[in-house]
């Protein structure tokens, strides 16, 4: 049997999160148009009868970026780096490669295990991925190199044939059916802020956080869930309440239609948004 920790690096927004739910098979990472969306790293657990690939979905690198949150995520994705069986490095073809790109080639480089390079979006048209010479010229002392889909799950079968070929035998570190290592609580609080930024697109920074309080299985089998959702400044807070409540409800709405659909049972949202300057030192 073959086991080991896959991460996936690259900077942020190539479709890390998107490439991990297409290998596992479910939403366990969420995914926005935004950078740093992934807050911390989140692990997805492939079940095969070759054996098990726990997938590390690691926040891009920010370089330049001197604020508590760009920091902590840059430690992150460091501390990933550490004790893992293989790295797959996913590149996106329609953005340049650029001084966030060389600083991880530079990282991975010094790495003594397995790599695989990945070049994600391979069903864009192809004036779209002017940078695919580019991508395909890369170097970091990888196995192979891929061009892939993950929205189309195109070529992943051939990726993680590969990947069982490299990683060494062991047990399995998770029991079958567990699918990521997010507890009920995490992942909720992750699909609320999912449903925030992809409300308000480009209008919200990337400076929000949310926390469950309450999550209650109520006697009629359905689910009643209180969440503070946490911004900087009290100009975000009127952006994600909107004129008369109208965002955060919509919000609420989106949520519940998820939950519903993943579920099979009604639920009831309650949303609250607060302030405080500080809560990427309280909450990180």
């Not at 891009?60 to 501390?79: A, H, P, Q, T």
């Not at 061009?147 to 047990?171: H, T, W």
């Not at 004129?243 to 993943?262: F, N, S, T, Y």
């Amino acid at each position: 049997m073959k086991s080991g920790f896959v991460v996936l690096a690259g900077r942020s927004n190539v479709g890390k999160s998107t490439l991990m739910n297409a290998l596992v098979g479910s939403k366990v990472s969420i995914v926005t148009p935004k950078p740093q969306t992934t807050r911390r790293p989140v692990r997805g657990i492939l079940h095969d009868p070759r054996g098990q690939i726990v997938f590390v979905d690691t926040p891009g690198i920010f370089l330049g970026k001197k604020d508590v949150l760009s920091k902590k995520l840059n430690e992150f994705v460091r501390e990933q780096l550490e004790g893992i069986d293989l790295v797959v490095y996913v590149l996106d073809p329609s953005r340049r490669p650029g001084a966030e790109e060389e600083n991880i080639q530079k990282i991975l480089r010094k790495l003594a295990v397995p790599k695989l390079v990945v070049i994600n979006k391979s069903d864009l048209p192809a004036e779209k991925k002017f940078a695919l010479d580019s991508m395909r010229a890369i170097d970091v002392g990888q196995k192979q190199t891929f061009e892939v889909s993950a929205i189309k799950r195109s070529e992943l079968n051939r990726l993680v044939d590969i990947m069982f070929s490299l990683l060494p035998e062991g047990d399995a570190y998770y029991p079958d059916l567990q699918i990521t290592d997010m507890n009920h609580k995490q992942w909720l609080e992750e699909l609320i802020r999912e449903k925030a930024f992809l409300r308000l697109e480009q209008e919200l920074p990337y400076s929000v956080a949310v926390r469950a309080e309450e999550i209650e299985t109520r006697d009629d089998g359905s689910t009643y869930i209180q969440a503070t959702i946490w911004t900087t400044e009290e100009r975000y807070k009127g952006m994600i309440i909107g004129a008369k409540g109208r965002m955060l409800k919509q919000i609420g709405i989106d949520i519940r239609k998820e939950l519903e659909a993943v579920t099979g049972r009604k639920a009831f949202i309650e949303l609250r948004v607060k302030t405080d300057p500080k809560w990427p030192q309280r909450f990180m």
